[in-house]
């Protein structure tokens, strides 16, 4: 029988059956070796030293040679060099393991690298002997440089959510610059990274640098650009990037080239930093050791980074002017504060706190009506709807503090307003008009005083003129008329009353308006209050209490002296106590006391007619029904009283201001409706 030659396995004479059975496995074999020829996977067989036995077209196509020119070649001449170690590693587990896989770079036989992913499965014998491996191969590049993108592109992102971050973590523009730099110098792996600020010349200074060790530092240097102006700023302005590979082959100027070597520059890559139109600087990165070529994913980065840095340095900026305003507001002694348009305090002054007596965090958040227990609502309403119409409101408030004292403000509000233009809060500028317009009331009541005191001085003089011949006569005819009737009589001491009493008014008015014209004397405060006390208390009713208050050292001699007239002191002292029992229709407590003090130049700035120095201070205080505030501001007016005609002249009182006065010294008034009435005497002490 004529058998058929086959290169596998030798040609050799066999029975017809045994001939049929191994044809079938020779077509198997021939139909296997074809599939895997074709196969889209890299497949092959190595022996037990590792020489390729059988390598299909896939195989020897990602390996850049034919399964020919593959035959007999040992394995590691496909591996990379720096990767052999690790693709042994691989080997050996299969030995022990059976299989192994792996991945890693590859060498084709143009010397170039691919990366790849290799199965190796053991192959033995029937006797279990080693007979050498399989090989699947699959060419990965595409996958790992895909890999690498996305691994890029992550790095990238936590790049610039770092800058985020410290952008967000802190308003320090040093610190967001070197932050910046230093990130982008690390993942860019370049040797300096600089933020470069324009100056107005459109020269600058090295604001912020990351630098890799032996090179050119150049922070804080102040760099001339004869190359650069604004023209060429026009083009960074508008979003230009520049990117120089290699200076030496570039297309630039001489004196760019020049800047460029002088710092050592093989290649770099500028970015600009921009805050909306305006320019404020370049993001630059430089290589040094030797030219480079960026990548697109460079200049991305270093774009969004500078975008980052743009805001960031605008957010720095603001904020360093507000704290600049912020110290000059808290500098500022009026209190300001903002509310926001549902009335609640969104910022609150160091000036409100001393104002208000209210810390700031105890304010912020606080409605404005509850914090402050304005009274005037009328006045809060329209300064509200006037700021919202107009922008702007001014006027007078009355507040409280936080200790619960009522405050006069001058206030100012302004309508603050958003970006686009909406209503957004109320500024308000309170200054402390209080003691001003105290001084102002009783500036205006010494003018009204003086005044009224000339004017009365004048009529006084006038009456006097009048009532010296009306007495006179009176007189004279008492004297003249022999043996007159009980009604001439009764007409004649009516007549000589009156002209009397309209003397002694005169006296009167003329003690307040000119003072007292007798002779000035040392007066014993102590001794002359006693003699009051005595009088008061045989005259008035038992329903009030008398109480006196002296220090012990008052019974002795030289306690307390002043110079003036005893008999105009013993007025004064007598009329204040006659008002403090006219208070006290129903009965009280009069209280009656003697000190000395020292008034500073602080108390005396405060009230009028008060000088610095020492003082004998006499207190006459009741229980009484108290002074409205109407009445407290006009009792010391001539002619003002609120008693009935035939109880009063509204003398009194202007006489004891006039006596005062005349003899140096000035009063204090302290009433509440209801509490009472406290009025202090202050005369200078003659010791």
């Known amino acids: ?340 348009l549902s009335g609640k305090i969104a910022f609150w002054s160091q000036g409100a706190e001393r104002l208000y007596g209210w810390r700031q965090e105890e304010a912020i958040g606080q409605p404005v009506r509850q914090l402050l227990k304005k009274k005037d609502s009328l006045a809060i309403e329209t300064a509200i709807r006037t700021t919202m119409e107009q922008g702007f409101w001014q006027g007078e408030l009355t507040q409280s503090t936080k200790a619960g004292n009522e405050i006069l403000v001058a206030s100012r509000w302004t309508l603050m307003r958003d970006p686009a233009g909406h209503p957004q809060s109320l500024l308000e500028v309170n200054t402390d008009i209080t003691e001003k317009k105290k001084l102002e009331a009783q500036f205006y009541q010494a003018q009204r005083l003086e005044s009224l005191g000339q004017l009365a001085s004048g009529i006084a003089h006038d009456l006097g003129n009048v009532l010296t011949p009306i007495l006179g006569i009176a007189q004279l005819l008492r004297i003249t008329q022999k043996n007159p009737d009980a009604s001439t009589q009764q007409q004649l001491d009516i007549l000589e009353k009156s002209a009397k009493r309209g003397v002694s008014m005169v006296k009167q008015i003329l003690t307040f308006a000119q003072g007292s014209s007798d002779d000035t004397t040392t007066v014993d405060v102590a001794a002359l209050l006693q003699e009051v006390i005595d009088v008061i208390r045989q005259g008035f009713p038992s329903s009030i209490e008398i109480h006196k208050s002296m220090p012990q050292s008052a019974s002795g001699d030289g306690f307390g002296s002043v110079s003036a007239d005893s008999t105009h002191l013993h007025q004064v002292f007598m009329n204040l106590c006659i008002n403090a029992r006219d208070a006290m229709p129903g009965g009280g407590v009069l209280t009656i006391s003697v000190d000395s003090g020292f008034v500073d130049a602080a108390v005396a700035s405060k009230i009028p007619d008060a000088s610095v120095g020492h003082y004998m201070i006499v207190t006459v205080t009741d229980t009484g029904t108290g002074i409205p505030p109407e009445v407290r501001d006009r009792m010391f007016d001539p002619f003002f009283t609120t008693k009935s005609p035939d109880q009063g002249t509204g003398l009194g009182l202007a006489t004891v201001l006039g006596i005062v006065k005349n003899a140096g010294g000035f009063l204090r008034v302290m009433s509440e409706v209801g509490q009472g009435t406290q009025i202090e005497v202050y005369l200078p002490s003659a010791n």
């Open 1 to 340: 029988m004529h058998t058929k030659s086959n290169p596998s396995f030798g040609h050799f004479d066999m029975n017809p059956q045994l001939e049929k059975n191994i044809s079938q496995t020779e077509i198997q074999l021939y139909e296997m070796s074809t599939a895997l020829g074709h196969a889209v996977e890299g497949i092959s067989r190595l022996d037990s030293q590792g020489r390729y036995l059988f390598v299909n077209e896939a195989y020897a196509r990602m390996v850049g040679t034919t399964p020919v020119e593959m035959m007999g070649c040992d394995w590691q001449s496909t591996v990379h060099v720096e990767d052999r170690a690790k693709a042994i590693a691989a080997y050996q587990r299969m030995l022990a393991h059976g299989k192994a896989e792996l991945e890693f770079r590859g060498l084709r036989r143009d010397g170039s690298v691919f990366d790849k992913s290799l199965v190796m499965v053991s192959a033995y014998d029937e006797q279990q002997r080693f007979t050498g491996h399989y090989c699947f191969m699959k060419d990965v590049s595409d996958r790992q440089q895909t890999a690498a993108k996305l691994q890029q592109q992550l790095e990238r992102e936590r790049l610039l959510a770092k800058i985020t971050d410290a952008i967000r973590q802190t308003l320090d523009l040093n610190q967001i610059l070197h932050t910046a730099v230093d990130q982008v110098r690390h993942f860019l792996r370049t040797d300096r990274v600089i933020a470069f600020r324009f100056l107005p010349d459109w020269q600058g200074i090295v604001e912020a640098e990351s630098v890799t060790a032996g090179w050119t530092e150049t922070l804080g240097m102040k760099i001339q650009d004869l190359c650069f102006g604004e023209l060429y700023a026009e083009n960074y302005r508008y979003g230009r990037v520049s990117a120089i590979s290699n200076i030496d082959t570039a297309d630039i100027g001489p004196c760019y080239e020049e800047l460029l070597s002088a710092f050592q520059v093989k290649a770099n890559l500028v970015v600009p930093i921009l805050q909306g139109d305006h320019l404020w600087g370049l993001l630059i990165a430089h290589h040094c050791r030797a030219p480079r070529e960026w990548e697109p994913e460079n200049t991305q980065l270093l774009k969004q980074v500078a975008t980052q840095m743009g805001i960031a340095i605008r957010q720095a900026e603001l904020h360093q002017q507000t704290r600049e305003q912020a110290a000059l507001i808290d500098i500022a002694t009026d209190a300001i504060f903002v509310r926001d």
